[in-house]
């Protein structure tokens, strides 16, 4: 079952505090038309410009004697409290080892001011050696697959949790393209390890996933002119939670093609969804 819901309202109000009433079993959805204003892409512009030293860079040495390139943003003020940690996933764009690429203009958002401000956190931003995840099918049968290295950002993942102030409640998984289908996979892998999953533009994985999936709140955003990865897709991952039990949100925009809008790189909507959300201890 589908229902329409004001996205900005939801996210402020009803959804706001996490565990609110929300009817299980339905997809809550909005429709919107990608017009962004004159200042969102300068914002973007500006964004793409913004130099990266405060991702501070790394690379983690996995079990499995891999090497995983990754760039951490820490909060600007020192906090005695446990903050939430973002694992912003980059689209194939990024794949490498340079340590570099993987942060675009979309991940830079949270280095921000306001961003930083208002929603502090540790943001790790790991690099891909090879892609995340692989597709097969098209349409609305196209199935992400997971690669390698998709176990060693878990890895990473808990090893920051071991050595830094993160509230083990509040780890979020944030994505475009190929990252939101790992983002997706990874939380379908291991539900209990995420709070909540903001997707733009991903391809899920196997729909029967979406019962072990189906209790972590999801938020997915995706265009219907997108050629890239089929809109589609992401509309049967959404009704597959739904049928597991599942109430993710959908957000269309009617005609986006393969992008994140850029009235989203600073929007403080979607971030206050995502912080609200609190995995069960």
């Known amino acids: 079952m589908r229902r329409s819901l004001n996205l900005a309202a939801t996210l402020l109000a009803a959804f706001a505090i996490a565990g ?7 997809v809550r959805e909005e429709q919107r038309i990608s017009r962004p204003s004159p200042a969102a892409l300068a914002a973007v512009e500006s ?3 913004m130099p990266i030293d405060a991702f501070e860079p790394s690379v983690f040495a996995a079990p499995n004697g891999h090497s995983i390139p990754y760039r951490l943003l820490s909060p600007a003020a020192q906090s005695e409290a446990k903050l939430p940690l ?53 349409g609305s049968n196209r199935v992400a697959k997971p690669s390698d290295h998709l176990a060693d950002v878990l890895a990473l993942v808990e090893d920051l949790k071991r050595r830094l102030p993160i509230d083990p409640q509040r780890v979020y998984l944030v994505g475009f393209s190929m990252g939101a289908s790992a983002a997706i996979i990874a939380a379908a892998t291991k539900p209990k390890a995420f709070a909540g ?22 938020l997915i955003v995706h265009g219907t002119a997108d050629r890239e990865n089929p809109y589609a897709a992401s509309r049967s991952w ?22 994140v809008s850029p009235d989203q790189f600073l929007a403080p909507e979607w971030r206050t969804w995502l912080f609200s959300q609190r995995a069960p201890r």
């Open 20 to 26: 609110c009433a929300a009817q299980a079993g339905e």
């Open 47 to 49: 964004l793409g410009k």
């Open 86 to 138: 973002v694992i912003a996933l980059h689209a194939s764009g990024g794949v490498g080892t340079d340590n570099v690429s993987q942060v675009g203009p979309f991940i830079r958002s949270w280095a921000a001011p306001t961003i930083a401000r208002e929603f502090p956190s540790y943001v790790v931003v790991p690099q891909f050696p090879t892609r995340s995840a692989n597709y097969t099918g098209d």
């Open 197 to 218: 999953v903001v997707a733009f533009s991903g391809v899920p994985p196997h729909r029967s996933l979406a019962k072990q999936a189906a209790k972590v709140p999801f």
């Open 238 to 259: 959404a009704d597959a939670l739904a049928l597991a039990g599942g109430s993710p949100m959908f957000v269309t925009y009617d005609g986006m093609d393969h992008k």
